[in-house]
């Protein structure tokens, strides 16, 4: 397992944007597959979108295709979700997580809860309307 740090979240007016960071440590090398998912109140965490190890290949839910791009920067151990026009419904703690102790396939990215197995402590992010 490794340590996760989100960063950026906040306060946003619909069809704003945002940036969150995610911070990795606890590994020689930070080539594993990471993700986002979001837990609105009331509701299970979902995923919202992935990235294999090198950054070559990224997957989207339906519900943010278009809107949220997923990078990594392995040099500096963080991975970034870019959210544009947000919309109330993407209201949400969104939590950075890592395959990082698990075998992956390569260059494969992964959508479901527990196909991670470290997580951070979420950042929470609010869309006005």
């Known amino acids: 397992q490794v340590q996760l740090v989100e960063s950026g979240g906040g306060l946003v007016q619909a069809g704003g944007s945002l940036r969150l960071s995610c911070a990795h440590s606890?590994?020689?090398?930070?080539?594993?597959?990471m993700g986002w998912f979001r837990q609105a109140p009331g509701k299970e965490r979902e995923f919202v979108i992935a990235i294999s190890w090198s950054g070559g290949r990224t997957y989207s839910a339906d519900s943010v295709n278009g809107r949220f791009t997923i990078s990594r920067d392995n040099a500096k151990n963080t991975v970034y979700l870019q959210m544009n026009n947000l919309k109330p419904e993407d209201t949400a703690v969104y939590y950075c997580a890592a395959r990082a102790g698990t075998s992956y396939r390569s260059n494969s990215f992964y959508t479901a809860f527990s196909d991670y197995d470290s997580w951070g402590q979420g950042t929470q992010v609010t869309v006005s309307s």
């Open positions: 606890g590994r020689t090398s930070s080539t594993y597959p």
